[in-house]
């Protein structure tokens, strides 16, 4: 079982930052893959970075150069931080865990945990 609290969502003008976290809970010693993904008002919930258990990241192409996901795996939290927000960037953000070594790719259906979201609005 992994529980996921995510924060840090918020509004935001174009142009800004913001930082959400995910405080995860886990069972001792096992390696996880962890992600973000978010979903936008008639959209499909869409992949947006994730780490697997080693430490290698990739990121959705609409992020590359603005997003960064990080793991403090002290603190089983993850981090997202978002630059240069665009207006199309407003969504709901979800925190997202499967068990493994490795992550399954961008398919929200194969991660098996998800927090329960939080919102982030940018308007232009």
């Known amino acids: 079982q992994v529980q996921l609290v995510e924060s840090g969502g918020g509004s935001v003008q174009a142009g800004g930052s913001l930082r959400l976290s995910c405080a995860a809970a886990?069972?001792?010693?096992?390696?996880?893959?962890m992600g973000w993904f978010r979903q936008a008002p008639g959209k499909e919930r869409e992949g947006v970075a994730r780490i697997n258990g080693y430490g290698a990241i990739a990121y959705a192409d609409s992020v590359k150069g603005r997003f960064t996901i990080s793991k403090d795996n002290a603190k089983n939290t993850l981090y997202l931080q978002m630059n240069s927000l665009k207006p199309e960037d407003t969504a709901v953000y979800y925190c997202a865990a499967r068990y493994g070594d490795y992550c399954p790719g961008w398919r929200f259906n194969d991660y098996d945990y998800w927090g329960q979201g939080t919102q982030v609005t940018v308007s232009s």
């Open positions: 886990y069972y001792a010693g096992s390696t996880i893959c």
